[in-house]
T-cell receptor, first 111, second 113 residues
Framework: AQRVTQPEKLLSVFKGAPVELKCNYS??????LFWYVQYSRQRLQLLLR??SRESIKGFTADLNKGETSFHLKKPFAQEEDSAMYYC?????????????FGKGTLLTVNP | DTEVTQTPKHLVMGMTNKKSLKCEQH?????MYWYKQKAKKPPELMFV???????INESVPSRFSPECPNSSLLNLHLHALQPEDSALYLC????????????FGPGTRLTVL
C-alpha cells in the first residue's frame, strides 16, 4: 500500500523567512513524488515533481529515499505563497499508479 | 486549449433527482479522472478512465455512474444521492495513466438536500 504523511496541518511563517513543508511516504517500490498547490479560489495545480528536479517559484524538493521524505523548501517565503500544499505519490504498475495525496498543509505567510 | 473545464460550477439536487456532471479537455490526454474533495481534505480518487475505458473504480457506490463518451469528455451521472455526498467533485486528465502530471478542473460544488 502507498501512503503519504504530511505531519503539519497548519504552518505559519513571516515574509522573508525560510519555509519547509514536510512530506514522508511509504511505498515499497520506486515512487514518483509530486507537490500540488491550491491557491485560494483556484484549481489544484502541479507545483513540482521530483523527476524534473526543477525549481518552481523558488521552491525545491529533494527525494530522500533513505528517509522516505520529499520535503518542500523555499529560502524566502512570500505572501503569495499562502496556499494549501499537498504532497502526492504515484506508484508503479497496475492500480499503484493512482495518485495518493497527503492530508495537506495550509501555509500562511504573514506580512 | 490547455485547461480542463467542468460544468456546472454549482449544483443543488434533492435525494430523488438525477443529474450529471460534465468534464471536458482538449489537450489530447488519454487518461481522465474523477475525484471527490470534502472541505479542508485532500482529493479522493473515485474513477480512472484510460483510453475511454474504465480502469479503476475505487469501490464507489453505484449511485455514481461514470461515462466516457469520447477521449475529450467525461461525465458523472448522479442518482439517489445522500446528503453526505455533498462535496467538490474534481475532474482531472493526464497524458497517459501512470506517473504523468494531472491537470485539474475547477470542480463542481455539489449540494444534496
Amino acid at each position: 500500500a502507498q501512503r503519504v504523511t504530511q505531519p503539519e496541518k497548519l504552518l505559519s511563517v513571516f515574509k522573508g523567512a525560510p519555509v519547509e513543508l514536510k512530506c514522508n511516504y511509504s511505498y515499497s517500490g520506486s515512487p514518483e513524488l509530486f507537490w500540488y498547490v491550491q491557491y485560494s479560489r483556484q484549481r489544484l495545480q502541479l507545483l513540482l515533481r521530483h523527476i524534473s528536479r526543477e525549481s518552481i517559484k523558488g521552491f525545491t524538493a529533494d527525494l530522500n529515499k533513505g528517509e522516505t521524505s520529499f520535503h518542500l523548501k523555499k529560502p524566502f517565503a512570500q505572501e503569495e505563497d499562502s496556499a494549501m500544499y499537498y504532497c502526492a505519490l504515484s506508484g508503479a504498475g497496475g492500480s499503484n499508479y493512482k495518485l495518493t495525496f497527503g492530508k495537506g498543509t495550509l501555509l500562511t505567510v504573514n506580512p | 486549449d490547455t485547461e480542463v473545464t467542468q460544468t456546472p460550477k454549482h449544483l443543488v439536487m434533492g435525494m430523488t433527482n438525477k443529474k450529471s456532471l460534465k468534464c471536458e479537455q482538449h489537450m489530447g490526454h488519454r487518461a481522465m479522472y474523477w475525484y471527490k474533495q470534502k472541505a479542508k481534505k485532500p482529493p479522493e480518487l473515485m474513477f480512472v478512465y484510460s483510453y475511454e475505458k474504465l480502469s479503476i473504480n475505487e469501490s464507489v457506490p453505484s449511485r455514481f455512474s461514470p461515462e466516457c463518451p469520447n477521449s475529450s469528455l467525461l461525465n458523472l451521472h448522479l442518482h439517489a444521492l445522500q446528503p453526505e455526498d455533498s462535496a467538490l467533485y474534481l475532474c482531472a486528465s493526464s497524458q497517459e495513466t501512470g506517473r504523468d502530471e494531472q491537470f485539474f478542473g475547477p470542480g463542481t460544488r455539489l449540494t444534496v438536500l
